[in-house]
């Protein structure tokens, strides 16, 4: 135990946050986990403290800080005519809303309310290539706060800094992306102490970016070997080095955070690398779920290429999550497919805990599960939120539905709270 404990502290995610906040997409320790619990039961209206409607269309989730709850939209000027387009450049289902006008739109919110306390325009523009017709949207790219500024990145359109009071303190912008198919972007930013670090992951001049979180001044930035990915990457702390883990298909690789030197690489993922990597025992958890699946622990510690040597823990190339990202909670990693399979590993070992157990009915997923007061909360494309019981064991605990509602976003969860953003609706749910 002393051990594991010891273990547990060389490496772990460097954004932590005071218990009433939620301030980046995967939560207070970018692990998908929460501080304290939220109702189990809430379907059809049950326990449903206000909802509202959010205008456009955004699938990135909403941030929290104190009462105010901060996202992101992007609304048509005019009415998206088709649900493809892009001369030709999508892939299937790829394009949609290519050549249409839109508003970039940063939203705060009462989020004890629901009331909308101040909306900004951020910017006006004719995106140059469309997304995925069902998955993507122009404002997929969750925002992130430090409790002094809001970070609101649109990718393409720019990175937009605010104060809590919607007063706009910078904005940069970037080159246009080429996503692979039109599939659109949504890399969420990350925030580390004064530094911002950006992934532009895409189909030609990939690179990552670290600007100073004051100014937006860039202080460095690396070329990378990589073509379209959406993970976020992570940094970590291990051996009194700070770093910045980042997943992608040719490979995982780490910077230093001081000047964006590459300190190891491990090739081994899949195509299409999508769900963000966690830390914990002294290793980063990398996942991709499409062609060549597979889920590698990497040993922290580490120089140069370690693709091949005994850094490599252990690897798994069942259940994995395509699109979702993973819960770390202690020594279990939860993981779900795209499909709808829950998965348990314990991360030190890689032993299965149990391994693609289906949910109650044939889901589709694409928002990431999170875990609050011993149960994870895993929202579905079909309307449905599945409450199971976090564990060794494989138990479903309820099925909450919302009618008519798709969830691409990911659960939120603030003080007893739980957040629920569909494509049309922000729902708030609390006893």
Known sequence: MRKAALLLALAVPALAAEPDHWPSWRGPFDNGMARGGAPVEFGGGKNLAWKAAIQGRGHSTPVIWGDRLFLTTAVPTKPVASPTGGGGRGGPGGGTASGVEHRFVVLCLDRLTGKVLWERTAATATPHEGYHMR???????????????????????????????????????????????????????????????????????????????????????????????????????????????????????????????????????????????????????????????NLMALRLGRDG????????LWTNQ????????????GDKLYFVSDNGMLSCINASTGQPHYVQQRLPKPYSFKASPVGAGGRLYLATENGDVVVAKMG?????????????????????????????????????VRQ
């Open 135 to 293: 998955y993507g949207s122009f404002a997929s790219n969750s925002p992130v706060t430090d409790g002094k500024y809001l970070y609101a990145f649109f990718g393409s359109r720019g990175l937009y800094c605010y104060d809590l009071d919607g007063k706009l303190i910078w904005k940069k912008e970037f080159p246009p992306m080429r996503m692979k198919l039109q599939f659109g972007e949504g890399a969420a930013p990350v925030l580390d102490r004064d530094r911002l670090l950006l992934k532009f992951d895409q189909e030609e001049g990939s690179f990552l970016a670290a600007l100073d979180a004051r100014s937006g001044k860039e202080l460095w930035r690396v070329e990378r070997d990589e073509q379209s990915s959406w993970s976020q990457p992570l940094v970590v702390e291990h051996g009194g080095r700070r770093q910045l883990v980042v997943s992608a298909t040719n490979k995982t690789r780490t910077y230093d955070l001081a000047g964006g030197k590459l300190l190891w690489e491990c090739a081994g993922l899949g195509a299409n690398v999508i769900p963000a990597p966690v830390a914990a025992n002294g290793a980063v958890y990398v996942m991709s779920g499409f062609r060549n699946p």
């Open 305 to 312: 290429d370690l693709t091949g040597t005994d850094a490599i």
């Open 318 to 329: 069942r259940g994995n999550s395509y699109t979702p990202s993973p819960v770390l909670d």
């Open 392 to 428: 060794e064991s494989f138990e479903v605990l309820a099925t909450n539905t919302f009618p008519d509602q798709v969830f691409i976003s990911s659960p939120v969860v603030v003080d007893g709270s739980l957040y629920l953003r569909s494509q049309e609706t922000l729902y708030c």
